[in-house]
């Protein structure tokens, strides 16, 4: 684990970025799905763990051809799906039914209450982060959206993919009940970008691919970065490229 911080003149906390790695991530090997937690999640639990603000999930999967998560419910929750290789096939109780290629998003609301099921029908494997959020609001009116986010539109910068900040309202983003927003990037060899966030806001960042450093720390692929007191980043790809998600968090 990496931690850049200061002080500031009257010690005050200044910004602070936390690097977790991925291999001190929680583990589960169920042998048709090989799983890492960010954050506590079903047998791993660890109390320094415990999520960032509303942010409560983020489970790095990979799923076996022809397996999955069989129908099962969920309630009061925001379950956003970003494929990494591969697809996903969604079915629940209130008849959607979609497939998620690698790169495009799907978003859940959980709300008062939905079954659902996750279904890996490719002949290769599929990897995805599956990113839970809790909401303002609980009883939501339970639903399901997915929309194509082609990597070349977000080249060079960061997209909201799922969102619930008011600057967000009216775009292509899809819906989350929350103050709070998912988006993503894809960056050239040595491509730098400058990401606002704001000081009173929180950040978790999520190298999908490639290697990154975001204000002096450097991230490799499925490293993480937490992130409080931060105006804004600096994020500079390694020679490889990158692609990376971040979620704003109040």
Known sequence: MTTLAMQTPTGAPSPTIERIAFDDLGRAE??????????????????ARMGVGPLRVWNDDTIQPGSGFPMHPHRDMEIITYVREGAITHEDHLGNRGRTEAGDVQ???AGRGIMHS??????????????????????????WAQRRFPKADRQGRLVA???????????EA???????????????????????????RQG???????????????????????????????????PEGAELLLADLP
Do not use: C, K
Request: aromatic share 6%; proline share 5%.
């Open 118 to 143: 996750e279904w890996n029908h490719e002949a290769t494997p599929t990897t995805l982060f599956q990113i839970w959020i809790v909401p303002a609001e609980r009883r939501l009116t339970p639903g």
């Open 30 to 47: 169920h042998g048709w799905l090989s799983a890492r937690h960010h954050f506590s999640f079903a047998e791993y639990h660890e109390p």
């Open 107 to 109: 978003v859940m609301t």
């Open 204 to 238: 978790y960042l999520v190298v999908s691919r490639g290697a990154v450093t975001v204000n002096g720390v450097a991230l490799n692929t499925r490293d993480a970065a937490r992130i409080a007191g931060t105006q804004t980043l600096e994020v500079t790809a390694g």
């Open 174 to 200: 899809l819906t989350i009940h929350q103050d709070a927003a998912l988006l993503g990037g894809t960056l050239a060899a040595g491509e730098r970008i400058t990401q606002p966030l704001g000081a009173t």
């Open 161 to 171: 993919l799922a969102s619930g900040r008011p600057q967000d309202a009216g775009g």
